[in-house]
């Protein structure tokens, strides 16, 4: 997505979620800083990822959960095509 991500993942329990998502997030910001060298200029104090993120377990609706994320891009173009904003005036020329 343009301004999250979405990831479904298995951790082995002897690893504990903040020490993955810590990881995570570090390496991929230098491997980010490492291929797109003008986003040091952007993010120049290297703090590319929000300090925050969101786990929940899967349990029994790991199908539900990868059909989401597959389709949540879809979801995103379709509801950006939408639009309440009226480009052409329908009343035009109808009133005097």
Same mark, same amino acid.
């Given at each position: 997505m ?8 298995d ?6 979620v903040?020490? /993955?998502? &810590?990881?995570?997030? $570090? =390496? ?11 986003? #040091?200029?952007?993010? $120049?104090? =290297?703090? /590319?990822?929000?300090? &925050?993120?969101?786990?929940?377990t899967v $349990?029994l609706? @790991?199908a539900?959960?990868? #059909?989401?994320?597959? @389709?949540? @891009?879809?979801?995103?173009?379709? =509801?950006? =095509?939408?639009?309440k904003?009226? /480009?052409?005036?329908? /009343?035009k $020329?109808?009133? #005097?």
């Amino acid at each position: 997505m343009p301004d999250h991500i979405h990831l479904l993942v298995d951790i082995p329990p002897r690893i504990s979620v903040s020490n /993955f998502m &810590g990881y995570l997030k $570090g =390496k991929s910001s230098l491997m980010i800083f490492e291929h797109h060298a003008n986003l #040091k200029y952007k993010f $120049g104090s =290297k703090t /590319f990822w929000a300090t &925050g993120y969101y786990v929940s377990t899967v $349990g029994l609706n @790991e199908a539900t959960i990868r #059909k989401y994320i597959r @389709e949540q @891009e879809n979801e995103d173009i379709m =509801k950006d =095509k939408l639009t309440k904003k009226e /480009f052409v005036n329908p /009343f035009k $020329g109808l009133l #005097k």
